[in-house]
């Protein structure tokens, strides 16, 4: 199994990352309110005391958190994900923000050697506990057939829509 980073273990992306548990990925973890991951460290997931320290210690970091400004908040600096990336990792956003951050970022992560995909789901909390959690990606198409198994792991619909940017701006569509 591959090593995952997963940062915003909030109501979506705890469970998400519970999946990923699941499927016996070794899966090393940050949120911002520690003590709201501890269900995780019980359930295996490793805790680390940044955003950072979760990319390096992975080969794919996940983030999913509220929107453009905590994507920003838990990328940027010496702690955020960018810092703890190199080359050959992957970064697969799930959250939802602004599709022209999402490409702007999807340059800064290439400049480190690694690949981003934006990948954010459509559902419900009920949906992806059940299993049915749908999820568009934007992003190269090497880099998404590398990790359209991972991510199936997380719901059975992956659906790659076309480059960085695109599955944010269809999840935006969606929501309208």
């Not at 992306?13 to 519970?18: E, F, Q």
């Not at 990319?55 to 794919?60: F, K, L, P, R």
């Amino acid at each position: 199994m591959t090593l995952l980073g997963f940062v915003g273990l909030g109501t979506m992306g705890g469970r998400v990352a519970h999946r990923l548990l699941q499927a016996g990925h070794t899966v090393y973890g940050y949120n911002r309110t520690q003590e709201k991951a501890q269900w995780l460290v019980d359930a295996g997931l490793r805790l680390c005391a940044n955003p950072r320290e979760a990319a390096q210690a992975s080969e794919v970091v996940f983030s999913m958190v509220t929107d453009t400004e905590a994507l920003e908040a838990v990328t940027a600096g010496p702690d955020g994900i960018l810092a703890g990336l190199s080359r050959g990792k992957v970064f697969v956003d799930m959250s939802t923000c602004s599709p022209s951050f999402s490409r702007g970022l999807a340059e800064r992560v290439r400049e480190r050697g690694a690949a981003m995909l934006d990948a954010p789901v459509s559902g419900s909390v009920s949906t992806l506990e059940a299993g049915n959690l749908s999820i568009m990606v934007g992003g190269d198409q090497a880099v998404y057939a590398r990790v359209s198994s991972i991510l199936k792991d997380i719901g059975p619909k992956v659906t790659r829509v076309g480059d960085n940017g695109k599955a944010v701006l269809m999840k935006i569509a969606t929501n309208l």
